[in-house]
């Protein structure tokens, strides 16, 4: 059965310290995958979006980047937080066809 | 481009009634997917029920059914018999269409259900 992990669970980073966000998925091979964001009480917004290898979509201008070095493996990043990148990451997957996407058990970022 | 709208931020039920999430979206697609997803307060996305674009039939899984009107363009979630353990975020989703695979899948902004014992 397929699975996906996301790590860690929470992080506390102070304002302009980098960030690494991974996320990986097990038995399954070419998933599409997402990262998303959600702030307290909201919903999801697309961050970005990979069909495959160094493959990346983004919807959000932002100090924010991902990257897919491998085929099961998305990673976040940034160079410099800010204090408006606190937020919960959610990482997902999904088939390629119209199917649900699949998401990770979430990773609560708090800049301070 | 696409959007999902659900008009009600939050919705108080008693246990054992039926609720009803609102849910419309607006595209130009013809092939296109509609989702459910409920988030408790522990922050993860539990899927819950899915409605392809050409399926005549509303979708049904247990407690939980779809009622999708394609003209009118909504998608509306039906728990039936709630319990205190519906309470929770629910948000609807759509995926672009499917002839992509490049589909991406955006979200509402979310319905908070409390269900009173």
């Known amino acids: 059965s397929q699975t996906i992990h996301q790590w860690p669970a929470t992080l506390v980073q102070p304002v302009g310290s980098p960030l690494s966000l991974e996320c990986t998925v097990e038995g399954t091979s070419n998933p599409n995958l997402y990262w998303y964001r959600q702030a307290a009480g909201r919903g999801l917004q697309l961050l970005f979006y990979s069909v495959g290898i160094g493959q990346i979509s983004s919807e959000v201008p932002q100090n924010l980047s991902a990257s897919r070095p491998q085929d099961r493996q998305f990673i976040l990043s940034s160079k410099k937080l800010l204090l408006s990148d606190s937020g919960f990451y959610l990482c997902?997957?999904?088939?390629?066809?119209?199917?649900?996407?699949?998401f990770g058990q979430g990773t609560r970022l708090t800049v301070v | 481009a696409q959007k999902i709208t659900q008009t009600q931020p939050g919705m108080f039920v008693q246990e054992k009634e039926a609720v009803t999430l609102d849910c419309t979206y607006d595209t130009s697609d013809q092939s296109y997917g509609l989702f459910w997803y409920k988030q408790p307060s522990s922050g993860e996305m539990i899927f819950l029920i899915y409605?392809?674009?050409?399926?005549?039939q509303n979708a049904t899984e247990g407690r939980y059914s779809l009622n999708f009107q394609k003209a009118r363009k909504s998608a509306n979630l039906v728990i039936s018999a709630s319990q205190l353990g519906d309470s929770a975020m629910y948000f609807c989703a759509m995926r672009e269409p499917g002839y992509s695979s490049a589909s991406k899948i955006i979200f509402g902004s979310g319905t908070r259900l409390s269900i009173r014992p």
């Open positions: 409605q392809g674009s050409y399926d005549e």
């Open positions: 997902a997957w999904s088939e390629r066809r119209d199917t649900e996407a699949f």
